[in-house]
């Protein structure tokens, strides 16, 4: 189909810049459709506007448009004599076709080096017709004797006398020959005429193998025998194939059967020997992680102790010692260890709450050597958490990701420091480096082992560390691009539907020596996929790497087949992409020196800045909303081997010396929905394995997940879920001249829901804004908030002419619950982004409180920086607020606010009416949450919306965002929400008695609202907030928000001097209940040492201050 107007399978928006560039009325081109298989896309140019007509094939494979009604359907055979009909005017389109646009020609590529795959040897035997064709080459004068071919027989001959023979018996070595001289010639010969079952060879392999055929007859039966005494499922027949070899055929297939039996003899052997030494513990392995001991301080009277914990994941303990070799003084069991909070502003510190009494907490504030120190203890107390509990199954698992180029060479003996994060850039402390994790991803480029030799060298490897046997899940080849993954023998029966794909880019997309492997699975009901791919190398060559990138969005087939409208970004609760992505430092090659010397003062942000993966990502040209853990290691390419101290940045090559500067080629992506819980725990590279001229990398991560929900609710009696959909409107960069409609996609969902068709309101140059009028209500299968807050929407816009999307989002039902929620989501149509949605969303679900997660064991505090040490128990009369926290699986990238927001919602509390001069702003930044790169970037919602007094570490007042948790806040009437709920707390909080909803109050019991059920634990956000004239200094540009108002620190209180806060009266609200969260973070019993009295009538110093009450600890603040 080589036609000029036949561009084969481009995106549409590709066909658009083409038709806009040729600029001229029927100008046309015909390229693959994207919504059906087999069916072409007929794009015409009229009036600046493009026109898309479908092209469907029927079953006859005659080809019809699908032009105006009312205009006769015509059948065509081939294309050609379909646009040749249709260059006649009147034919039902928009114009007739006048003026084919050609296929732009794509560059030259430059071949570079290709590993083939391995070669069968030539087929030369002699026949009649090969030894005339011989004598006729050899007779033709023009031709040398090089070019004549000697027979397959005189080649193996040949070849025998080169090879050591003289362990070979006698007569093996006389029957060896007589094939080669005789029989080989016949077998070809039957090969010939079809008969592809090598009869000659199978008679030289008798004769060869007779005495072992005998012995392997006597030899099979106990093997099989002795397997089913190993297998651990003993069932019957387990060991035995389905169809036994009879012994007188086929003497391969018996040894296959034979290797088999050995292989699985010996890993089931392992496995019972595993389990006699480990055994299970309530479904979960007993991982053989020793006792772990951490020197803290902690400060007893203002004086800093010394003191150790032991952490025993196995006894699930925590004990509290004095002496590190002496006895225990104090252990607390692991349910009793109620939350680890981290403290942001001083790495190394950690409050951690414990259950002492019934109904009694106590919370204390260590300081460990270091931040990793720190690290590596939440997540050993997360282990024992994970391994005692009583939950059939888990809503957290971590995930490790390697990807390393191998350069074609074998691998050293020793792979251990890869698979426990050592190295360089973001590690694990040894403290944490023998905590298996759940699932192991590993993607090779170059990679010259065979599939089951590299598998059986990862498994080991694990073992060594771990005395677990990993599971393989999947394994996926491309020439010499590997992708395998490893779970937990436990998750073996929680993993299903998985599906693996390759896709080439190559040298015109045919060849495998570059492209990717995939794999995508679901764990329990969460779905996961893992791409590795390797991109086409030189630094030159940008724009081919960005190709390669789309082409993979494009036809790497992984997933639920139902999202057809979606590519693999939009497919999976968590996607992550690793691989040798070959992007380089954009420097010129004189540089070179100056690159190595700032790589040896790891100015490695210098460098960074010239990554042009770095900067393609910033010009959203490629994985547009994707993150990256910041990078902290050398560039992983490209070294000398067998030393990481020298980079080999130069090649000689015939056409002269190239350069390949140092740079980071090797990476690890992720992109995940909204408001999921996923935190990298690791990124960066090891510096001990050295066979190849890349280094390996390594990232884990901790990523939360669901299980398939089973409702406790009576459905006779539960109340029914409802996904409102309202005032959505769409801005597409689109020239076509066509109606639209959304599709919803959810698997909360029976089946995907269609939108009527909107209406087109404007229509610019290269872009088009479309309003949905109509309500959409979508009905969940389940109501319960447990299960609906956990889910997502995939919206696909659509357009009416040929169903093919022009961009697709995804919007977290957290984001809103029973109040009308605004949202904002970018379109992103095949690795481009499209447009924008905006629109309003409402949320309706049953009764029920929600279970904690695992997740919310460990939370992140936000220091006072501004508050003296000393004045942490300054306990004024001021209403109790929760003082700044944020859990760290909700902080940084999404729902980000210049501003304050007037209101922080949570996802399970009644609505309230908004008192009078309160408002509610607007997030519109979408994407999933997850902690950003440093403490600085975190953010919390400040209470009561007024100035924090949190100072960033260059001095500068940190930049505020809304609580990401519970979503976007918009303008409603149902707005306002409490924001303390679960159960009246038992504590030592002095509250004061004008503060309205205390015990004090004299408003009667009857006017508060009614408790609400018990939440999941959350960060807690303030729900109100009234105007405050104060000045503003931390708003940034483009937010028209609430001011925030300058902390006390930076309004220049000494710290001895820190004023009393007043009483704020608020005349006409309505009494606020104070519920109490089960919030760790803020609640303690604790000494009241130091509490000055409350002085409620002092009026406020100048600069704005916001109010707070800070959890106390023995007289000073916990940082």
Known sequence: MAKPWYHGNITRSKAEDLLSKAAKDGSFLIRDSESIQGAFALCVLYQNCVYTYRILPNEERKLSVQASAGVPIRFFSVLNDLVEEYYKENMGLVTHL????????????????????????????????????????????????????????????????????????????????????????????????????????????????????????????????????????????????????????????????????????????????????????????????????????????????????????????????????????????????????????????????????????????????DSKKREGFCQLLQQMKNKHSDKLEPDMITIFIGTWNMGNASPPPKLNSWFQSKGQGKTQDDTACHIPHDIYVIGSQEDPLGEKEWVDTLKSTLRDITNISFKQISIHTLWNIRIVVLAKPEHENRISHVFSDSVKTGIANALGNKGAVGVS???????????????????????????????????????????????????????????????????????????????????????????????????????????????????????ERDTREKYAYTKAKATGTKYNLPSWCDRVLRKSYPLVHVVCQSYGCTNDIMTSDHSPVFATFQVGVTSQFVSKNDPSSASEGGIKFMNCIAILRTKSNTKFFIEYHSSCLENFVKSPEGENLEHSEGSLKVRFGSHIELKPIISDPEYLLDQHILISIKSTDCEESYGEGCVAL???????????????????????????????????????????????????????????????????????????????????????SDMGWSYNMPPRASPPGCHISKDTTQGNISPKKTAQDMGVHCPQG????????????????????????????????????????????????GFAGTSKSPEPEAERPPPVPTPRNRSFTCSTECKNPGPTTLQ????????????????????????????????????????????????????????PPARPTQPPPKEGHHEGVQASKAGRSVK
């Open 946 to 993: 007024k100035g924090s007094d949190h100072v960033g570490e260059d001095g500068k007042p940190p930049e505020m965002f809304d609580n990401p948790l519970y979503g976007s806040m918009v303008v409603t009437k149902q707005t306002s929400r409490s924001k303390e709920h679960d159960f009246p707390r038992k504590d030592h909080l002095n509250l004061p008695e």
């Open 521 to 639: 699975f679901m764990f329990n009901d969460t779905s996961f996929g893992f791409v590795n791919s390797h991109l086409t190398s030189g630094s030159e060559k940008k724009l081919r790497r960005n190709q390669n990138y789309i082409n993979i969005l494009r036809f790497l087939n992984l997933g639920d087949k139902k999202l057809n409208p979606f590519d693999i970004t939009h497919r999976f609760t968590h996607l992550f992409w690793l691989g040798d992505l070959n992007y380089r430092i954009e420097l010129p090659s004189s540089d070179a020196e100056n690159i190595v010397s700032k790589i040896k003062q790891q100015q490695y942000q210098d460098l960074l800045m010239y990554d042009q993966l770095t900067q393609e990502r910033q010009e959203e040209k490629v994985f547009i909303d994707y993150e990256e853990e910041e990078i902290t290691f050398a560039p992983t390419y490209r070294f």
């Open 814 to 900: 957290r984001e809103a619950q029973t109040s009308n929620v605004e949202f904002s989501i970018a379109l992103k149509h095949h690795g481009e982004k499209t447009g924008e949605l905006t629109g309003v969303i409402q949320l309706r679900t049953s009764g029920g409180k929600q279970t904690e997660k695992l997740y919310d064991f460990v939370k992140v505090e936000r220091d006072d920086s501004g508050v003296p040490k000393n004045r942490g128990n300054d306990h004024t009369n001021k209403p109790p607020i929760p003082i700044n926290i944020s859990n760290p699986s909700y902080m940084g990238v999404g729902y980000k606010s210049g501003g304050v």
């Open 98 to 369: 006048q003026f084919p646009v050609q296929k732009e020609e794509e560059p030259e590529e430059e071949s570079e080096p290709v590993n083939l795959p391995p070669q069968l040897p030539p087929r030369n035997f002699t026949s009649s017709s090969s030894v005339s064709d011989s004598k006729d080459t050899h007779g033709d004068s023009s031709k040398g004797p090089e070019h004549v071919r000697p027979s397959m027989s005189d080649t193996f001959l040949q070849r025998l006398q080169n090879v050591d023979t003289s362990g070979v018996p006698e007569d093996h070595l006389k029957s060896i020959q007589e094939y080669f001289r005789n029989s080989v010639c016949l077998d070809a010969e039957q090969f010939q005429s079809g008969n592809i079952g090598l009869p000659y060879l199978k008679q030289l392999t008798l004769v060869i193998c007779k005495n072992l055929t005998n012995e392997i007859s006597r030899t099979l039966p106990a093997l099989e025998a002795f397997q089913k005494v190993v297998d651990q499922q003993m069932s019957p027949g387990v060991g035995r194939l389905k169809n036994p070899v009879p012994p007188d055929q086929s003497v391969s297939l018996r040894l296959e059967q034979m290797t088999k039996l050995l292989y699985s003899i010996e890993e089931k052997t392992k496995n019972a020997v595993l389990d006699s030494v480990m055994g299970y513990d309530g479904g979960h392995r007993k991982s053989l992680i020793p006792p772990v001991t951490f020197e803290v301080k902690s400060d007893v009277l203002g004086i800093p102790t010394k003191m150790y914990f032991k952490v025993d994941v196995d006894g699930g303990k925590l004990y509290f010692k004095k002496a590190k070799d002496g006895s225990e003084d104090k252990y607390y069991v692991h349910n009793k260890i109620l939350q680890l909070v981290k403290s942001q502003k001083v790495h190394n510190k950690l409050v951690i709450v414990v259950e002492t009494e019934k109904e009694k907490t106590m919370r204390k504030e260590f300081a460990f050597e």
């Open 1036 to 1091: 940034p540009p483009g937010f028209n928000k609430k001011p925030v108002v300058p902390s006390r620190s930076e309004g220049g209180l000494l710290p001895g001097n820190r004023p009393p806060l007043p009483l704020k009266s608020r005349g006409g609200l309505p009494d606020p209940q104070p519920i109490k969260p089960r919030d760790y973070r803020e609640t303690a019993e604790l000494p009241s040492k130091g509490r």
